[in-house]
C-alpha cells in the first residue's frame, strides 16, 4: 500500500503562485509514477502533469505548460507542484496519484490517490 499526503493549498489571486506538495510513505519504491491532477466543481477530473519516479522525466496538460512545473525529490518521497501565474480556471481540487506500473495521463489507472487539496484563484 501507499499512502499519498497533499498540502500547499490555498487561497491566492490571479497572477500568484503555489507549491504543493505530495508526500508518499508505504511502498513507495514500486512507484513508477507520480502525477497531479484537479476537479473542479461539475468537471471531470483533469490531467495536469506527471513525472518518472525513476528518471525524472516530465509531461504536462497543455492548460498548465509553461506555467506549472512538477518536481521530485527521492530522498523525501515527495513530489511537488509549483504553480506560477494562476488563473482563475486554476481553482479546483488537486489530487495526487501513483501507480506501480501506468504511467499516463489516464486517472481511473491509478491506484493510490491523496486525499485532495484545495487551490482558489481569486480574480
Known amino acids: 500500500q501507499v499512502q499519498l499526503v497533499e498540502s500547499g493549498g490555498g487561497l491566492v489571486q490571479a497572477g500568484g503562485s503555489l507549491r504543493l506538495s505530495c508526500a508518499a510513505s508505504g511502498r513507495t519504491f514500486t512507484n513508477r509514477a507520480m502525477a497531479w491532477f484537479r476537479q473542479a466543481p461539475g468537471k471531470e477530473r483533469e490531467f495536469i502533469a506527471i513525472?518518472?519516479?525513476?528518471?525524472?522525466?516530465?509531461y504536462y496538460a497543455d492548460s498548465v505548460k509553461g506555467r506549472f512545473t512538477i518536481s521530485r525529490d527521492n530522498a523525501k518521497n515527495t513530489v511537488y507542484l509549483q504553480m506560477n501565474s494562476l488563473k482563475p480556471e486554476d481553482t479546483a481540487v488537486y489530487y495526487c496519484?501513483?501507480?506501480?506500473?501506468?504511467?499516463?495521463?489516464?486517472?481511473?489507472?491509478?491506484?493510490?490517490w491523496g486525499q485532495g487539496t484545495q487551490v482558489t484563484v481569486s480574480s
Open positions: 513525472v518518472s519516479w525513476s528518471s525524472g522525466s516530465t
Open positions: 496519484a501513483a501507480d506501480p506500473s501506468y504511467y499516463g495521463t489516464g486517472w481511473s489507472e491509478y491506484d493510490y
